[in-house]
């Protein structure tokens, strides 16, 4: 029986180390320059990869955006639970603690290096379905969290019975990431503050 075709395991965690490497190299990028202004050769070379390697990991361009996002989103989601989901906190300071932290990330400017999804919302949508799928997925995943914690926060009496909160959610998410993009279009925080302020009324902080 042939088994030279068949990896190792030592050859199968080398592989899955380089595809790491070229999405976590490729995120740190495209923060910076963007998706489309972005080569493949770029992309390798900082990741010390040969060039011939890409299509051994990634079918195309648009696939390597695809899998960057959903390990985007991953990464994002594990982070989020712990702030979201954390049960020793009252439902309604678990949301305001979430988006605190958005909001001190983007004036400590760490939303530069964290904020793909802002990032990269406006410019794929228009240019690749798959990747515009992958930011409805991710995207959706968050405004889902938000909503089952609204649904706590509304048994508490903060929200009213009447608020559908799965809507809520949709809206709360929308103003964060319209003013992420208006904090960095104006170059200050007022947009977040103002965010802030609006998401503590509707939350009757």
Known sequence: MQTSSIPSSHQQSAQQDTRERILSTGQALILGKGFSALG??????AAAVPKGSFYHYFQSKEGFGVAMLERYFADYQIRTNQILLNEAVPARERLI???????????SSACH?????????????????????????GMQGITQKIAVVLQEVQRDGHVSAEVNTAELAEFLYATWVGASLLSKVHLQMRPMEVAMQQTKKILGV
């Open 40 to 45: 493949l050769s770029e992309i390798l070379s």
């Open 113 to 137: 290096k964290l904020c793909l999804a802002v990032k990269l919302a406006a410019e794929v949508s228009d240019l690749s379905e798959a990747m515009r799928l992958a930011l409805t997925a």
């Open 97 to 107: 603690n979430y988006f605190a932290v958005w909001q001190q990330q983007a004036e």
